[in-house]
């Protein structure tokens, strides 16, 4: 039987683990600190708009505390600055096959449920077999032991595919259609694309927006300096000549899944990811991975991509300081980063 061992069980990597283990799929979350003990003691608690329930499940803190199986399927959802540190730790984890013992990174499959573009190249100098995932799926996670997935009726949409694609072999195939069977019997949607990656980056374009979120709060109106990165980044990447899925994206998410109401939460006071990172004060986050991701590739192709460049210190800035968003405000942000504060207020068309 396919176990999971999701390593990362923060906001997304709970919720995959929480909707699989409520249907009754073998899963094991892996986390760390206070969230580890809470898991351990009382059980997942997941919240969606139309549950409210603690899972008890399998908490380990790293791979020295399972004894993999053949048939396991690692789902890696940490952050992105946070990836290699995992990758390399679960790579050499022994796999026991009968008589015979092979490592993770030759044996089992790793799907990369992460943000932002990098994650995939990381996991493939670890892992021989590596699937993108692109993740629209919006839940947060800031107290231990709790995840709140605010998707419905399904929890969020996944595109899933082998990475590099040019290395897809049929028994991918196969392995992708049980991933898709039972994470969709599960509630999450998946879709399964030739290839990931220009989901991806269109993904990155949506992402450009986190920064600003993280540091103005989610209530703050930040929509035309996030315009305005977005812009940019969009600029940088048709520069570099990288494919991005075009905006009919956003129909497919809007036919599979919507923002609910979760009760007993205030979503003026709930956030994405880097929002999370600020507010939980972890003193990361993962914008250099976003946003610093349109800068590297700026620099790469000899662009500029200062609104980015700047954002991405900024928020890097915050979370090193233990700044808690809303620390700053749009018209000092716009300073910030050249614009006019009062064109960034200006009536969009």
């Not at 499940?57 to 396991?72: K, M, N, Q, S, W």
């Not at 946070?82 to 092979?102: F, I, K, Y």
């Not at 940019?232 to 599979?256: H, W, Y």
């Not at 991509?305 to 300081?321: D, G, K, V, W, Y």
Request: negative net charge; aromatic residues 4%; hydrophobic residues 45%.
């Amino acid at each position: 039987m396919t176990r999971y061992v999701v390593i990362g069980a923060g906001a997304v990597g709970g919720t995959i683990a929480g909707r699989l283990a409520h249907r009754g799929h073998q899963v094991v979350l892996v986390a760390r600190g206070e969230h580890l003990s809470a898991l351990r003691r009382d059980g997942l608690h997941l919240r969606t708009p139309d549950l409210d329930t603690r899972l008890p499940v399998t908490a380990i803190g790293g791979p020295e505390e399972i004894e993999l199986r053949p048939d396991d399927v690692l789902v890696l959802s940490t952050k992105t600055h946070q990836a290699v540190a995992a990758l390399s730790q679960w790579a050499d984890a022994p796999v026991r096959d009968g008589g015979h013992t092979a490592p993770a990174g030759a044996r089992l499959p790793i799907l990369t449920a992460l943000n932002g573009v990098s994650s995939e190249q990381m996991a493939l100098r670890y892992f021989d077999r590596v699937f993108g995932v692109c993740v629209w799926l919006p839940a947060v996670h800031l107290h231990p032991g709790e995840v709140i997935a605010r998707g419905t009726p399904q929890s969020g949409i996944l595109h899933i595919a082998r990475y590099p694609a040019i290395r897809t072999e049929p028994a991918d195939r196969d392995l992708l259609e049980q991933v898709s069977a039972h994470w969709s019997e599960s509630g999450l949607g998946v879709e399964l694309p030739a290839d990931v990656m220009p989901w991806k980056y269109h993904k990155l374009l949506s992402n450009i927006g986190n920064a600003f979120q993280a540091v103005l709060g989610p209530a703050a109106d930040s929509g035309d300096l996030t315009d305005a990165a977005r812009a940019e980044a969009r600029a940088v990447l048709a520069g570099a000549g990288i494919e991005v899925t075009s905006d009919d994206e956003a129909a497919v998410r809007q036919v599979s899944f919507g923002v609910g109401e979760v009760p007993g939460t205030d979503p003026d006071r709930m956030g994405g990811s880097s929002w999370q990172s600020l507010a939980r004060g972890t003193g990361s986050i993962e914008t250099d991975y976003l946003n610093g991701q349109i800068a590297l590739i700026a620099r790469e192709h000899g662009l500029a991509a200062p609104l980015n460049t700047t954002i991405a210190a900024l928020a890097r800035q915050a979370a090193r300081t233990g700044a808690r968003p809303g620390a700053i405000s749009a018209a000092d942000l716009a300073a910030e980063l050249g614009l006019d504060p009062l064109a960034s207020r200006a009536p969009r068309s």
